[in-house]
């Protein structure tokens, strides 16, 4: 019996390995979007009406969303590579002749004598003309996994439809299935809740939060591409110890060396805003429910990403952390036997 089950696992799991990271997002989605079903319920009564409403609400939400920042995302990819051809053209930073004494002036004259060089403007008119292929390489397999990509969100909108509708069952099952004492198995479930939730709510909502303000500072004060560094400031902005600094102090540095002192303070100002405000919106989503150390964070976001893709940036820091209930519910084990 042991050997079948054995082998019944292992072809389940080469099975659905194609679709581990669909199924491993579908599960934490309807996790943050359960809330939404409960009130949702309320009013209309009927599970499965529930679930197909707010599974069309997150079919929205995603799609929408991910249309716009496409847009824009190549957009200014694509004007970006525009003025980077123009001034291998003209080997200039600036229009027109520079000649006084500025610091702007002083780097522009700097750069553009290397420039004028052709063998060094070869070389970075072809690594241009490289990375312009990688990007429609790029484009082009984006296009032909659109299929597949298709699929893929159906079934993860699939798995979330019976998640809401079956997914207390599915707990409760899971639940007693687990080879461990009562108590233990509510503090691997509390701690599984707790950390989830602090993850999604303490900081992937806080980042995005900060990245949307970071693209409206960007644009208000004239830096060129807010949409691409605002998606950049978001990544950072779920790193401890780095955060949106990386992308707006170097933003004032250049507005301060381009003889734009005002906008240099007034983002400077907007940045230190953007950089604390995670102190008083934190508190409020998470309170003092689930602490998560930073190293974990950390660990769990890098490694996440690595082994999951985009979903990792939530999975990573789960999993060290059931990792380390684990390891505290085995000490206390270890007492109780020693004692």
């Known amino acids: 019996m042991i050997a079948l089950l054995l082998l019944l696992v292992c072809l389940v799991f080469f099975l659905l390995r194609p679709f581990i990271g669909t199924i491993l997002t579908s599960f934490v989605l309807a996790y943050v979007f359960y809330p939404l079903y409960r009130f949702v319920k309320k009013i209309v009564k009927f599970p499965s009406l529930a679930s197909i409403i707010v599974s069309i609400i997150i079919v929205l939400l995603f799609t929408l969303p991910l249309i716009f920042v496409a847009n824009a995302v190549s957009v200014e990819a694509r004007v970006n590579y525009v003025f980077i051809k123009k001034i291998l053209a003209t080997e200039s930073l600036l229009e027109g002749e520079c000649n006084d004494s500025s610091f702007i002036c002083s780097l522009s004259n700097f750069i553009e004598g290397p420039l004028s060089d052709p063998q060094l403007k070869f070389q970075i008119t072809n690594i241009a003309n490289k990375a312009t292929d990688f990007f429609i390489n790029l484009a082009s397999n984006f296009i032909l996994s659109i299929p597949v990509f298709l699929l893929n969100f159906f079934i993860m909108v699939f798995i979330i439809f019976y998640l809401f509708k079956e997914g207390d069952t599915l707990i409760f099952r899971f639940k007693r299935l687990l080879p461990l004492k009562k108590a233990h198995r509510k503090n691997i479930f509390d701690q599984l809740n707790d950390v989830t939730f602090a993850v999604v709510y303490g900081h992937i909502l806080v980042a995005g939060i900060q990245a949307i303000l970071g693209m409206i500072a960007l644009w208000v ?100 952390s059931i990792l380390m209930t684990f390891i505290e519910i085995y000490e206390e084990e270890e007492i109780e036997t020693k004692s």
């Open 221 to 320: 004060f004239g830096i060129s591409s807010p949409v691409l560094w605002g998606l950049v400031m978001f990544f950072f902005a779920l790193i401890p110890f780095l955060g949106t600094p990386v992308v707006w102090v170097p933003a004032v540095l250049f507005k301060a060396f381009t003889a734009n002192p005002g906008q240099a303070l007034g983002l400077l100002i907007a940045g230190l805003f953007i950089s604390t405000i995670d102190n008083f919106i934190k508190p409020k989503l998470v309170s003092d429910r689930a602490n998560v150390h930073p190293v974990l964070v950390l660990l769990g976001v890098i490694g996440g990403l690595s082994l999951f893709g985009p979903i990792g940036i939530i999975l990573g820091p789960v999993v060290l």
